[in-house]
């Protein structure tokens, strides 16, 4: 694995130490997790996926202050009514510049790929990182050219390890959803790679 700047390692270390501590279950997703599974690239973020809903805005607030990450308004909604709209709560780590947006979940999808993660050792601590098929799943729903080339990518570096069985009964369901329904043959091109 390619290992993110040293700012990035501690602070992905002392977040997954805070939001352990609070029982708040997560994984990283996005760039970081692309880092494990598929072509490093830069990221400047951090995507943490809550399998909690926005009820549990407190304890995440409460996490950020004690780590010294600054919620991030946003206009001029209240950032309670934003977190109930959106179901993330960007945040801002003034000593390494880094943003850091929790994602609140309540989907049967999120809590399993959450209870799914893999813990990978770095600065001290087991941080929970998306499996690499939970990961893929994640950057075909959000279908933008960077999240299909990430994907492309997760595939070349991992195509022997994958449980397709399981990406096509996900990919599937989602293409239920509104918006989606390109998934499957999305997903149908990047196993072609695989071969």
Do not use: N
Not at 110 to 138: C, M, N, W, Y
């Amino acid at each position: 694995m390619a290992s993110p700047p040293p700012d990035v390692t501690g602070l992905l270390a002392t977040l997954t130490a805070e939001l352990d501590r609070r029982g708040l279950p997560f994984m990283l997703i996005g760039g970081q997790a692309v880092l494990l599974h598929g072509t490093p690239r830069f990221t400047a973020d951090i995507d943490v996926t809550l399998a909690a809903g926005p009820a549990a805005l407190g304890d995440v607030r409460a996490a950020c202050e004690a780590l010294g990450l600054t919620p991030i308004a946003l206009g001029t909604e209240s950032l309670e009514s934003f977190v109930r709209r959106t179901f993330v709560l960007p945040a801002h780590d003034a000593r390494s510049g880094v943003r850091v947006d929790f994602i609140f979940s309540t989907t049967p999808y999120e809590s399993q790929a959450v209870a799914r993660a893999t813990r990978v050792p770095l600065g001290g601590a087991a941080v929970p990182f998306a499996t690499a098929e939970d990961l893929l799943i994640h950057k075909l729903f959000a279908g933008r050219p960077r999240d299909l080339d990430d994907a492309e990518g997760i595939v070349r570096r991992q195509a022997t390890r994958l449980d397709w069985a399981y990406l096509e009964r996900w990919v599937t369901e989602f293409a239920q959803v509104p918006g989606r329904v390109g998934m499957p043959a999305a997903l149908a091109r990047l196993k072609s790679l695989a071969r």
